[in-house]
């Protein structure tokens, strides 16, 4: 089983920068890529961003684009998401994802591992 560990989460002014680092431990995270994820109170869990270690092709989540960046090294078993121009709405615990099932679209899906979550807070 994979570990993952988040980190860089915390408070941040509106329109503030953060950057999320997600870090793999007890073997290579295998699959077609990894993943971020967020949770608001009270929803769902909803995707941000994915990234293929193939091609390095990258998604995001429209409400989200262009302002995070998802990147990683596969080899180092690392995930980050550097997030920018922050807005209150942004504010929710943010989850590493790893071990992908499935290709949707050519996306990472299905995921089966995931981190503890790290906070995220938003605000003035």
């Known amino acids: 089983q994979v570990q993952l560990v988040e980190s860089g989460g915390g408070l941040v002014q509106p329109g503030g920068s953060l950057r999320l680092s997600c870090a793999a431990s007890g073997r290579t995270v295998s699959g077609y890529g990894m993943g971020w994820f967020r949770h608001f109170p009270g929803k769902e869990r909803e995707f941000v961003a994915a990234i293929t270690w193939s091609g390095g092709r990258t998604y995001y989540a429209d409400s989200v684009k262009g302002r995070f960046t998802i990147s990683g090294d596969n080899a180092k078993n690392t995930l980050y998401l550097q997030m920018v121009s922050l807005k209150p709405e942004d504010t929710a615990v943010y989850y590493c994802?790893?071990?992908?099932?499935?290709?949707?679209?050519?996306?990472?899906?299905?995921?089966?591992?995931w981190g503890q979550g790290t906070q995220v807070t938003v605000s003035s």
């Open positions: 994802a790893g071990d992908p099932a499935t290709l949707r679209g050519g996306v990472p899906s299905d995921f089966t591992s």
